[in-house]
């Protein structure tokens, strides 16, 4: 069974750079038949994508997000990072990772993680 | 960059009914999109993929349809634990979600 794990400062301040891991288990994140996306939910409202990495480290950002987002993947670790400067108010959010089938519908995810922005 | 609009906002329907949920794309889609089922405090579960096929371990009584603009997500008769927040999501270009129907108890 896959498990996701995000890990990660449930705090940030203004203007720094968000900073998150998700941690793979049950299943090699070498695989090539998956995505692996970041996801992101503000409190009380609806789903956003933030973008995803093939193990190779190809990468596809929402377009909206993309001059603040880098994801990475370290494939001795199984793991994939988010990173999101300059963080906003806005950007408070609980974060998921989560694994897609290609690039597409995502089968299993992170429980979340709450992020907040604030001073 | 796609927009998914899904209708109603909030449903309310009594054990045991059908509720259908509605999900519109701006550009067609194709049969790329998926349904998933929120519940307070949970991560999303994957219920549908490619409009109609269930994934593992959904119960029958959901069911998906529709292509290209018009997609349809149907509970043929609510269970207690069916009553939750459901999305749509497109996978055709990128990933963009609905802003989500509440399915509440009458």
């Known amino acids: 069974q896959v498990q996701l794990q995000e890990s990660g400062p449930g705090l940030v301040k203004p203007s720094q750079t968000l900073s998150l891991t998700c941690t793979v288990s049950?299943?090699?994140?070498?695989?090539?038949?998956?995505?692996w996306s970041w996801i992101r939910q503000p409190p009380g409202k609806g789903l956003e994508w933030i973008g995803y990495i093939y193990y190779s480290g190809s990468t596809y950002y929402n377009p909206s997000l993309k001059s603040r987002v880098t994801i990475s993947v370290d494939t001795s670790k199984n793991q994939f990072s988010l990173k999101l400067s300059s963080v906003t108010a806005a950007d408070t959010a609980v974060y998921y990772c989560?694994?897609?089938?290609?690039?597409?519908?995502?089968?299993?995810w992170g429980q979340g993680t709450l992020v907040t922005v604030s001073s | 960059e796609i927009v998914m609009t899904q209708s109603p906002a909030t449903l309310s329907v009594s054990p045991g009914e059908r509720a259908t949920l509605s999900c519109r794309a701006s550009q067609s889609v194709s049969s790329n999109l998926a349904w998933y089922q929120q519940k307070p405090g949970q991560a999303p579960r994957l219920l549908i993929y490619g409009a109609s096929t269930r994934a593992t371990g959904i119960p029958a009584r959901f069911s998906g349809s529709g292509s290209g603009t018009e997609f349809t997500l149907t509970i043929s008769s609510l269970q207690s634990e069916d009553f939750a927040v459901y999305y749509c999501?497109?996978?055709?270009?990128?990933?963009?979600f609905g802003g989500g129907t509440k399915v509440e108890i009458k």
């Open positions: 989560a694994r897609g089938i290609g690039y597409s519908y995502c089968d299993y």
């Open positions: 999501q497109q996978y055709n270009n990128f990933l963009t």
């Open positions: 049950g299943g090699s994140i070498s695989s090539g038949d998956y995505y």
